[in-house]
């Protein structure tokens, strides 16, 4: 028995089955690249679903993280601590907010803007009691709690864990007018991906986020910009919802906030919005810890330079180009921005992904048919490519 074997069959016996993983066990990363236990290099074509937008072990912040770890680390929100203050002020200045909420996980940062956008809309819009309805969208993905899944419109994400939360709408994605039926006097929030990740990086049609922006803003509701998998960098800029110059009410961040290192996650928004919580209302033990400001702070620093921006739009359109001219007969579609792709392919993924590992590239399925491109966005050029002729070896045999 391989190490391999031998370590996979200890997850298989022992951990849940929740996910389908590829047969690789890696032990060590750097950049784009990870090693695993047998000693085989493979590049990163997935970047943990853009957490690690900055590469693996980005030698900033993981010197950050350090800095950090020889000094305090967690102290709850009972107590102020020196990296609490700056942290939230250099978020907030970066999304042009006023406020931050920090959490851990992406979900918690989701849950936190529904209970903001509800409370919001019983003590600042007027709705009447319990009767605030939240819109979101087919094909959503916004985490895993039993709120969020109630409305997911993915059957795994959402059998049999009924009684589901009431107070939800969902409507077709990139449909104005569907939005616009759906929407009343007490509609609190649009819940919306500018970018639908999971749903296979799905691109709204143009105009659709502004849309959404103009009839948020005509019905008094608030705009909840997931951006937990499209921000950061990921699509060419900060947030994807510059594509089309909106400003949404909300942003929700996590994944790439946390540098690769730890779950951070954090909601953005002005005072009229985030004011609504007072002491005891809302909170986490672990959210804006010392050691997840310290490296989310580093993160916020790498951003304000605009080089990962950059770095995504020109290889991003490189990597589309290339992408663009694969074979018609096994490519049905390419969709995306900046280093995002979502590969449709006319036949089955998976098979495609344990092809690419063999030849030393980790991409990953989503759902049946798409494959799935987010390399970190310090990937080399000269690898990008490489990446990209073992797709095209992949899909050839
Ligand atoms: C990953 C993701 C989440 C959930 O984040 P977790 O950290 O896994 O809870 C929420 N929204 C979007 C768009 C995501 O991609």
């Known amino acids: 028995m391989t190490r391999t074997q031998a370590l996979r069959a200890l997850s298989e016996e022992h951990s849940a089955h929740n996910y389908h993983p590829l047969p690789i066990v890696i032990a060590e990363a750097e950049g784009a690249w990870v090693t695993d236990v047998e000693g085989r290099r493979y590049l ?24 950090q770890l020889e000094r305090v680390t967690l102290v709850s929100r009972a107590f102020d601590h020196d990296q609490f203050g700056p942290f939230v002020k250099e978020l907030a200045e970066l999304a042009g907010k006023d406020m931050v909420l920090p959490m851990n996980s992406g979900a918690e940062a989701v849950e936190t803007a529904l209970k903001a956008a509800r409370k919001w809309g019983y003590e600042v819009k007027g709705v009447p009691a319990d009767e605030a309805n939240i819109i979101t969208f087919e094909g959503n993905f916004h985490g895993r709690t039993t709120t969020i899944i109630s409305f997911s419109t993915d059957p795994d994400a959402r059998n049999s864990y009924g009684p589901y939360t009431p107070g939800f709408r969902t409507v077709p994605y990139g449909d104005v007018d569907a939005l616009k039926a759906a929407m009343d006097e007490a509609t609190v929030g649009v819940l919306i991906e500018p970018i639908q990740g999971e749903a296979g990086v799905n691109v709204p049609p143009s105009g659709f986020l502004t849309a959404v922006r103009e009839l948020c803003s005509a019905g008094g509701a608030l705009m909840i910009a997931d951006e937990i998998q499209s921000g950061l960098g990921r699509t060419g800029t900060t947030f994807a919802v510059e594509h089309e110059n909106v ?25 009229d919005v985030l004011g609504v919580f007072r002491p005891g209302q809302h909170g986490s033990t672990f959210g804006g810890n010392p050691l997840a400001c310290a490296v989310a702070r580093e993160v916020i620093a790498m951003l304000r330079t605009g080089e990962y921006q950059e770095r995504s739009r020109v290889l991003g ?17 390419v969709r995306g921005r900046g280093l995002w792709a979502g590969v449709e392919l006319n036949g089955k993924a998976r098979p495609v992904s344990e092809r690419l590992m063999e030849l030393g590239v980790l991409a990953k399925e989503t759902h049946e048919t798409t494959l799935r491109l987010a390399p970190p966005l310090v990937v080399e050029k000269d690898d990008l490519d490489w990446a990209l002729d073992q797709l095209e070896i992949a899909l050839r045999d």
């Open 44 to 67: 990163d074509m997935l970047a943990a679903y853009s957490a690690v937008n900055f590469g693996h072990r980005n030698p900033r912040l993981i010197a950050a993280a350090q800095r």
């Open 247 to 271: 400003v949404p009410d909300m942003y929700l961040l996590g994944k790439a906030l946390g540098g690769g290192i730890l779950p951070v996650s954090a909601v953005v928004a002005d005072a």
């Open 317 to 333: 359109a490189h990597m589309h180009e290339r992408l663009g001219a694969l074979p018609g007969d096994a490519v049905r579609e």
